[in-house]
């Protein structure tokens, strides 16, 4: 069997495939985010810890030799750990608010967008940039005690096998990776002023690096591909990798994917061109911050399930009786398709009249504008996949096929593990079908009136989301 590993924001996960891309078996256990006035982090060793009981679960309800098994993860944040891989500070998640004030300083003195110009990267405060340059200033002890700055899935590469601390293109791609070389752009690193830190950035293994497992978790000797992170390896799972092709995942963080041969680093600096393990292409990636954390919140505030979601989507009209939401709910803001660190959710058209039904139904709406927002800035021409923890709603799903005005790939099971396990197929020439492997389960066509009204409150979407963005900046 193949196994693929995702080590996620709040869960991580194993799941088991067969040679045709059949899951055979699913194991998760939860993690937790320590959040405390715009600081988010992660503990490494429960991180890890999860990892190992997540696959020693695994292995013993699929009890067949492991052929392989491909490693994917959590993007950007900073993950310090030692000369032996273990952890310095608690890791600052992606998530993470604290370097927003000296993101602010770089947006207003043209660092931000220099660096966009070289790398195609647009940094937010959970980036690898900013935090670092933030505990250089504040934690310098941090970074004098560690070996590497590391991502999620390096370090749980590191300690899973032994190997040498090393990262790959595609989590390298932010903010310090030159696109075109696949190599650190040593101006980057100088314009953020951690020249002296530079040996803190791990070696670019291109392609992703491979080792055999240690024993913990997985058998002694299993090869282990340390792929792509989470992101572009859900694109791989959910087959979106021809030029125009793309990708929206509806979960903690809502991404927009597009794969590209095109390399243009004009425009409105936001999101970033991720590497792949393709030479000359790239996947135009719109990351928001806005995601199905927003619906939580409104859920958890309202009170309501969420198996009551369907339910109460059908209960109000589009439009949800006149309630709109810009769902920026963030601590640190939006980062895709704009960078805007203090912008914050806004709820307006509410009245004592107004529903739960109406509340979650804006919210889910809003949702939808800022996927279309962040997929036309990715230049989306092709089909479009969806996957992510909100597809688990039908009434979503065929409320975003409505919103987004176009036919939706549903994909559904681990699309990240599935993509890393295609990965590691690649890396290390086992032949798979890869159709096979990323055959969506479903197509969601939308109705042509609802998309027709949707596509008249997207444009006024958009108008209230410029004023915001005004009085966030004033």
């Not at 992170?229 to 791989?236: I, N, V």
């Amino acid at each position: 069997m193949y196994v693929g590993i995702d080590v996620g924001t709040s869960m991580v996960k194993a799941a088991a495939f067969d040679g045709d891309g059949r899951e055979r078996g699913v194991a998760a256990r939860p993690v937790q985010l320590t959040l405390r006035e715009g600081v988010v982090e992660q503990d490494m060793d429960e991180v890890y810890g999860a990892v190992v009981a997540v696959l020693e679960e695994l292995t013993a309800r699929v009890p067949e030799p492991v052929e392989l098994a491909g490693l994917t993860g959590q993007g950007d944040g900073v993950w310090l750990v030692d000369g032996r891989g273990r952890p310095v500070r608690p890791a600052a998640s992606w998530m993470d608010g604290r370097a927003h004030e000296l993101l602010g300083r770089w947006l207003a003195d043209g660092t931000a967008e220099a660096v966009f110009r070289r790398t195609g990267g647009a940094m937010f405060p959970g980036s690898p940039g900013p935090l670092l340059a933030w505990l250089d200033a504040h934690e310098p002890e941090a970074l004098d005690a560690a070996a590497a700055a590391l991502y999620c899935k390096d370090m749980v590469f590191r300690r899973l096998t032994g190997a040498a601390a090393t990262t790959d293109v595609s989590d390298a791609s932010m903010p310090f990776l030159d696109p075109r070389t696949r190599a650190y752009d040593d101006k980057v690193v100088e314009l953020l002023g951690l020249t002296h830190r530079r040996a803190l950035l791990a070696p670019v293994s291109d392609p992703v690096a491979t080792a055999p497992a240690l024993g913990e978790g997985l058998p002694a000797g299993t090869r282990v591909v340390n792929g792509p992170y989470d992101l572009p390896a859900c694109a791989l799972g959910a087959g979106a990798t021809a030029p125009g092709d793309g990708l929206l995942i509806v979960g903690t963080c809502l991404a927009a994917l597009v794969a590209t041969t095109e390399l243009d680093l004009g425009g409105e600096p936001a999101g970033l061109y991720i590497g792949t393990d393709r030479p000359g292409h790239w996947l135009r990636a719109m990351p928001a911050m806005v995601g199905t954390a927003a619906l939580d919140w409104v859920l958890t505030t309202t009170g309501v399930r969420h198996e009551e979601v369907d339910g109460l989507l059908a209960a109000t009209p589009p439009g949800a009786h006149g309630v709109r939401v810009l769902p920026y709910f963030a601590p640190s803001g939006e980062r895709a398709p704009f960078v805007e660190p203090r912008l914050r959710a806004e709820l307006t058209g509410v009245s004592l009249e107004s529903t739960p039904a109406d509340l979650i139904r804006a919210t889910c709406e809003g949702i939808g504008f800022a996927a279309r927002h962040c997929l036309a800035a990715a230049g989306l021409t092709g089909t479009l996949a969806v996957c992510g923890g909100g597809t688990r709603s039908p009434a979503w799903t065929r409320l975003l096929a409505d919103v987004l005005g176009r036919p939706l790939r549903v994909v559904e099971g681990e699309v990240g593990a599935r993509g890393a396990v295609l990965a590691a197929a690649g890396r290390c020439g086992v032949p798979l079908d890869t159709a096979a492997w990323t055959r969506p389960t479903a197509v969601i066509t939308p109705d042509a009136d609802r998309a027709a009204y949707y596509a008249r409150a997207y444009e006024e979407h958009l108008e209230r989301l410029t004023e915001a963005r005004r009085r966030a900046r004033a």
